[in-house]
């Protein structure tokens, strides 16, 4: 009875091994099209609304989605303290520190910050052609972490399967 009952958990936690680095790569692609869809709405408001970022990043910090609020949350907490530090430096930091636990990599979070370099400072024209530009490169990323979950994500869970298999073999 001791045996089956060790062999349920070496199998269930090598599986929950497998399932957990799954999860990974979906929660990332997850974040991306979160961020494509902000990218969406700082586009729609930039160029039908002409609403300010300030305006915009306090409306995306009471987003529904978690790592959006996390993200521009801490954005707006920035924003909104009265201090010398520019719009560039408050975006850029609250993507570095926030970013990784949202599910963002690095490459991600060097595109989001590329945009500040341009948002807030030109016209409308100017931030809608670079916020265009930054939703191409995320949805790049996108179509590359589909792909590497579609294939990365099934072998993991098959490898850890067959693994906690092979090690209850291995101790029986």
């Known amino acids: 009875m001791l045996k089956m009952i060790g062999i349920v958990l070496i199998i269930g936690s090598f599986t929950g091994i497998g399932m957990s680095q799954r999860q990974q790569f979906r929660g990332h692609v997850v974040v991306l099209g979160d961020m494509i869809s902000v990218l969406d709405t700082i ?21 529904k989605r978690l790592p959006v609020a996390r993200i521009f949350g801490a954005m707006h907490t920035m924003v909104q303290q009265d201090d010398s530090l520019s719009l560039t430096y408050k975006w850029m930091k609250a993507f570095r520190d926030h970013g990784r636990d949202a599910g963002l990599t690095e490459e991600d979070i060097g595109i ?11 016209d409308a024209r100017a931030q809608q052609k ?3 530009y930054a939703k191409e490169r995320l949805s790049r990323q996108l179509e590359i972490a589909s792909a590497e979950m579609k294939s990365k994500g099934m072998v993991y869970r098959t490898c850890c399967i067959a693994a906690g298999i092979l090690l209850v073999l291995v101790l029986i």
Not at 43 to 63: K, M, N, Y
Not at 112 to 122: A, M, P, Q, T
């Open 43 to 63: 586009s729609g408001e930039l160029s039908f609304h002409l609403t300010s970022i300030p305006e915009i990043i306090a409306r995306l910090a009471q987003d």
């Open 130 to 132: 670079s916020v265009d």
């Open 112 to 122: 989001l910050c590329d945009l500040s370099e341009f948002i807030g400072k030109y």
